[in-house]
């Protein structure tokens, strides 16, 4: 597997979401979830990604337990400060007592001595940035963590945290429909040596072209609540997914690995972090970094989905104030 890297941390090209080992998405089953951890750590693919905000927990001891035996081999990445209020409403917390206490509870629930990469799930409008990476940095100082990172943060926001303790990589969500990031912030990842974990990078499954109903999502799918799987949007959404099916076809692959390889195409400092909780799905995914895919092909695939035509937010409304602060 090629490297890229993350500031001074060296990264598989692609790594491995965690998030739809705990339920959020279809019912995932715990012993193929973790079968799947290993078999990445054992075929180059050690980044993992999880949170303390996913499945409330649950998703970083399953990490853990996956990882027993075998942590030496593991990059964990994992995030604080990604609340639910007690209503179910979306809440962040960047506060330097919270980040300590955050961190100490992902460590016990991952059974590890040192988180690889720890990043702010949010950026708190309501508290400095340099206050919330100068209690990570302190959290690096302490041997605690060792790379620190920001998820969905603004470009301004990111060059503060950046002067205050060096950012190995900014997590935001990108992939063919979801190019908010091409404008300012992919650009700004490079110059600065920030690298960019690009999540969501198969836009939740729905572009690996397996996801054409939305009633044929569990009642509990998460993604039921994103606009873009709206049956009125997802209708329209489906047009682009039958030219990503048809240019698949023509570079010989199957709509996900094209996906993935359009994404790694689009600059050395970008690493997606496909999700999944199947071998058979890790194992298409990891294949996408050997693809070598015409020019021609990726450049009529970029301007199918040209930035803006994808129909819907990307987030429920009420969680669009909380991306680029
Ligand atoms: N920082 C943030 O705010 C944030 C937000 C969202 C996600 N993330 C991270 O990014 C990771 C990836 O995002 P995501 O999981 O939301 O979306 P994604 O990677 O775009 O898509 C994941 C979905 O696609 C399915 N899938 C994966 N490979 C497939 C293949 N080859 N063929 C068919 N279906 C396939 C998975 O199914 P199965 O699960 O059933 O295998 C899952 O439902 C997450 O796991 C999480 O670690 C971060």
Not at 26 to 33: F, K
Not at 235 to 249: F, G, I, K, M, T
Not at 267 to 284: A, Q
């Amino acid at each position: 597997m090629e490297r890229r890297m993350f500031g001074q941390l060296s990264v598989p090209a692609i790594g491995l979401g965690c998030m739809s080992m705990t339920p959020i998405y279809a019912q995932p089953d715990e012993g193929e979830a973790i079968a799947t951890v290993q078999h990445a750590l054992d075929h180059g693919v050690e980044l993992l990604d999880t949170s303390d905000a996913y499945a409330a927990g649950a998703n970083e001891s399953l990490i853990g337990k996956a990882v027993q035996g075998r942590r030496d081999k593991a990059i964990i990445a994992t995030k604080f400060g990604n609340l639910r209020t007690p209503e179910g409403k979306q809440a962040v917390c960047g506060d330097p007592d919270y980040v300590r206490q955050a961190c100490e509870a992902s460590l016990k629930r991952l059974g590890v001595e040192e988180i690889d990469l720890y990043l702010a799930h949010r950026i708190d409008p309501d508290v400095p940035i340099e206050d919330t990476v100068g209690a990570m940095a302190d959290l690096v100082q302490a041997g605690k963590v060792r790379h620190l990172g920001l998820c969905e943060a603004a470009p301004e926001t990111l060059r503060r945290a950046h002067a205050t303790h060096p950012i190995a990589a900014l997590q935001t969500e990108y992939s063919l429909w979801s190019r908010d990031a091409e404008a300012d912030v992919l650009p700004l990842c490079a110059e600065l040596g920030v690298g960019y974990m690009a999540y969501a990078p198969l836009g939740r499954g729905f572009l690996t072209g397996t996801i054409r109903d939305t009633d044929a999502l569990a009642e509990s799918d998460r993604r039921r609540a994103h606009p873009r799987f709206h049956p009125e949007n997802l209708s329209r959404n489906l047009a682009l997914v039958e030219q990503l099916d048809a240019l698949a076809q023509e570079a010989g692959c199957t709509p996900a690995q094209l996906s993935l390889a359009w994404v790694l195409g689009q600059g050395g400092h970008i690493v997606p972090i496909p999700g999944t909780s199947r071998r058979k799905w890790l194992r298409e995914n990891i294949a996408a970094a050997q693809l070598q895919v015409a020019p021609d092909i990726l450049g009529r695939l970029s301007e199918a989905f040209r930035p803006g035509i994808a129909a819907g937010l990307r987030y429920p409304e009420g969680q669009m104030k909380h991306l680029r602060v």
